[in-house]
């Protein structure tokens, strides 16, 4: 009886999209090799461009200290700008 209960819980709790996957191993197969080449994608440049802003941002002493201002790769070097306009840039193509 437990582990009915739990079954039907866990059931509930499920939104559409894990309900689809479960009900569909080709597409969840496709989805998680697509997911694990987009992780491994360019992922030294990611850290080591956030490892340079983090380091500029304390250089700079804003760091932490709840300002919004971002640090950005903008025509080879780093510059300060608000993090509302840095994260925007690229609009709807970026996503």
Do not use: W
Request: glycine letters at 8%.
């Amino acid at each position: 009886m437990g582990s009915l209960f739990l079954t039907l819980e866990k059931q509930k709790l499920m939104g559409k999209t894990q309900k689809y996957y479960d009900s569909n191993p080709e597409a969840k197969a496709r989805k998680l090799a697509y997911d694990k080449a987009y992780q491994k994608k360019n992922k030294a440049k990611v850290n080591k461009d956030r490892a340079e802003c983090t380091k500029y941002r304390r250089a700079n002493g804003t760091y932490g200290d709840g300002s919004n201002m971002d640090c950005s790769h903008r025509r080879g070097s780093l510059i300060m700008e608000n993090r509302r306009i840095n994260r925007a840039r690229g609009g709807a193509e970026k996503r």
